[in-house]
């Protein structure tokens, strides 16, 4: 009789488990399966971001009226770093302890661009041309680039700065390629303490005032993306408080691709002598990969010039999982143009643009002066990027933008409007 193939491995089973069974101790082998141990599949390190470290603020080199400014710096000057930096490794990117004790950067011959940058941490000095190029660093064969916004690595308006200075460095592993550590600073010819204003007010910003970067978890990897917007902050001289808000931020993938809106960010921070520092917190969350959820952070900066012309800091931000660290820096540039703010309002003429000009007065001030009106401007698209709004809402007007700073006696203008902005505040706020 046949046996089927299915019956004859039933019974090849079975049989040795019966005589497993039946087998006393003493004298049968019986029999003993083998059991095989499956090593389990390494679980991957997840690659983590760490929250970024507050600036550390560098010691002042300070400025002088009629003195040097950061577009022509007596040669050799050397500038402290307010910077903030992390860290990049195969799991993860955290703040750069090193980095962040301390940097320099010496303007060893400024009418070529040629600057020497220290980071004592990393055991870095090189010479190189600030503008981004590539320079060796012989004792590691790591490769550092510095970016700064007096060389016209950014924007126009951080161009045209004559005090303050910001930039990026990053230290590049052999391959030129793969980022070991990477930080924003600023820098330049601070306030003296004792010229710092102790009254009125001050409202600083502009268009493409603001840079960083920001990194994002990829598996067990990372993304990163460099930041762009504009800034609008307001600094009260006699309260010592500072607010300050980043607008229409967007991220380009450092991989390349199109911009995409990033998060608004606002800060309020406390003025100490020619310093100021506050919390930073995201106030919008675009849906898309480099944004932040919720994000918290610092910001850390100082006035620059003889008398505060200038202000400039570095910020960070992280919600848990992304960070960003950047930069800021912005003039006086826009002048208080709120209808509410004015009296004795004459219409003048008509530009050919459309734009209208008025005579007028502010509230509490006899001086007569030829302006614009903020509310006229918003009601045109032509001119909308030009007006700023403080946060009481108070608008403000940026001259230089429509072509108009030669219409009047700006400084006093802005001296009136400051004034009036802080007389209407306070009235509104009690």
């Known amino acids: 009789m046949k046996t089927s193939t299915a019956a004859a491995s039933v019974a090849t089973v079975v049989f040795p488990l019966l005589l497993g069974a039946c087998a006393g101790g003493s004298g049968g082998a019986g029999y003993n399966p083998v059991t095989q141990t499956q090593t389990p599949t390494p679980t991957p390190t997840p690659f983590t971001i760490g929250a970024p470290a507050p600036a550390r603020p560098g010691n002042a080199t300070i400025a002088v009226p009629g003195g040097p400014t950061i577009g022509a710096p007596v040669p050799n000057t050397l500038f402290d770093l307010t910077q903030t930096a992390l860290g990049y490794s195969?799991?993860?990117?955290?703040?750069?302890?090193?980095?962040?004790?301390g940097g320099t950067i010496t303007a060893i011959t400024p009418s070529s661009g040629i600057i020497e940058i220290k980071i004592p941490g990393l055991g870095i000095d090189v010479s190189l041309k600030d503008d981004g190029t590539l320079g060796?660093?012989?004792?590691?064969?790591?490769?550092?680039?510095?970016?700064?916004?007096?060389?016209?690595?950014?924007?126009?308006?951080?161009?045209?700065?004559?005090?303050?200075?910001?930039?990026?460095?990053?230290?590049?592993?052999?391959?030129?390629?793969?980022?070991?550590n990477e930080a924003f600073f600023v820098n330049g010819f601070e306030t003296a303490d004792a010229s710092m204003p102790t009254s009125g007010s001050a409202t600083y910003g502009g268009v493409g005032t603001v840079i960083g970067a920001v990194v994002v978890p990829n598996g067990n990897a990372f993304s990163r993306a460099t930041l762009s917007g504009d800034s609008n902050m307001a600094a009260n001289f006699a309260t010592g408080i500072i607010n300050g808000s980043f607008s229409n931020m967007v991220a380009t993938a450092s991989s390349g691709g199109a911009a995409t809106p990033w998060n608004n960010v606002s800060f309020t921070g406390t003025i100490a002598l020619s310093d100021f520092a506050g919390p930073t917190n995201t106030t919008s969350s675009p849906s898309n990969n480099y944004a932040l959820g919720t994000g918290k952070g610092n910001i850390t900066g100082n006035f620059y010039g003889p008398n505060a012309e200038e202000l400039a800091g570095v910020w960070t931000l992280t919600d848990g999982t992304r960070s960003a660290i950047g930069s800021v820096a912005a003039g006086k540039v826009a002048v208080a143009s709120d209808r509410r703010l004015k009296r004795d309002i004459t219409p003048l003429r008509r530009m050919s643009n459309g734009i209208q000009l008025y005579s007028f007065r502010y509230f509490?001030?006899?001086?007569?002066?030829?302006?614009?009106?903020?509310?006229?401007?918003?009601?045109?698209?032509?001119?909308?990027?030009?007006?700023f709004t403080r946060p009481s809402g108070v608008l403000l007007v940026d001259y230089d933008r429509l072509g108009l700073a030669a219409t009047t006696d700006m400084d006093a203008m802005r001296e009136a409007g400051e004034t009036a902005v802080l007389a209407y505040e306070c009235l509104v706020t009690t």
Not at 90 to 101: K, P, V, Y
Not at 145 to 158: M, Q
């Open 364 to 387: 509490n001030d006899e001086r007569l002066f030829v302006g614009v009106m903020a509310q006229d401007l918003l009601a045109d698209p032509r001119f909308t990027a030009a007006v």
């Open 90 to 101: 195969s799991t993860g990117i955290s703040a750069d302890a090193a980095s962040n004790a």
């Open 136 to 180: 060796g660093v012989v004792s590691t064969g790591q490769f550092v680039a510095v970016k700064t916004s007096v060389a016209g690595s950014f924007s126009p308006a951080l161009a045209g700065l004559s005090y303050a200075n910001l930039g990026n460095w990053v230290v590049y592993a052999a391959d030129q390629k793969s980022i070991n």
